[in-house]
């Protein structure tokens, strides 16, 4: 469950994704996560839990050993769809793009403690915001698994909306510019401005009403039904 990467205890299944990300530029990754005190025994196992203190030692030292501040979003790309579980069950049972993020929110609130959604509109604004709010100070947290997070949503959305590269109009980060600005570019392939206020996705407001030709009113009913006893267990 990708959201994991960013709560008190986190699921393998992204530790995965960052050996996969490691090897593919050519680092072994065996000496990072004995940084971090990570047994890698453990990250075939879908149900191991790891501490957040161990999971931002990881990648703080897959960052600083790859040289590469755009080491996130590279590990997005080695994300498989079968990795994402509840969350692509999520985006795929929904009917609009308004319903991928009234999704995405309840689930946020279900699997994490570290991060909350909002979907912010005006009146007779051509444009609205999906707002990623991190409740670690940024200080805290390494920039790299909020990069992460942010390209897989990013392109899941894009993918179940068939929409290509529109649709999302610029990108507003927190974070400082990194130096490999292009690896972020080529990625997210829109405006991108860094040291915002806030962290958000900028989308244009008629898209949050578009009707998905794939969707699937049953498996929103049992996605829905899930989340709901989710909270309920809360």
């Keep these: 469950e990708m959201l994991r990467s960013l709560v008190g205890s986190e699921m393998c299944i992204r530790d995965s994704a960052i050996e996969r990300a490691l090897i593919a530029e050519g680092h072994n990754p065996a000496p990072l996560f004995n940084i971090a005190n990570i047994d890698r025994a453990m990250i075939n196992n879908p149900e191991a839990r790891l501490p957040i203190v161990s999971m931002w030692a990881l990648w703080r ?9 755009a080491f996130g979003i590279t590990v997005a790309e080695h994300v498989f769809p079968t990795h994402l579980n509840a969350l692509l069950f999520a985006i795929q049972s929904s009917q609009s793009l308004r319903e991928i993020i009234d999704r995405l929110i309840r689930y946020a609130t279900v699997v994490s403690t570290v991060i909350n959604l909002s979907l912010i509109e005006e ?3 051509p444009q609205a ?8 100070q940024d200080d805290e947290r390494p920039n790299a698994p909020f990069d992460a997070f942010l390209a897989i949503a990013v392109k899941n959305i894009r993918d179940v909306m068939a929409m290509g590269d529109e649709g999302i109009l610029e990108i507003h980060l927190r974070r400082p510019e990194p130096k490999n600005l292009k690896k972020f570019l080529q990625f997210f392939k829109c405006p991108i401005r860094f040291n915002c206020e806030y962290n958000d996705l900028v989308l244009a407001e008629g898209l949050l009403d578009k009707k998905l030709a794939a969707a699937n009113s049953d498996l929103a ?3 829905d039904c899930l989340l709901y006893t989710s909270d309920a267990a809360d």
């Design 61 to 69: 030292a897959a960052v600083e050993h790859t040289h590469n501040d």
């Design 123 to 125: 009146a007779n604004s």
């Design 129 to 136: 915001r999906l707002r990623f709010i991190s409740l670690a």
């Design 221 to 223: 009913r049992i996605n």
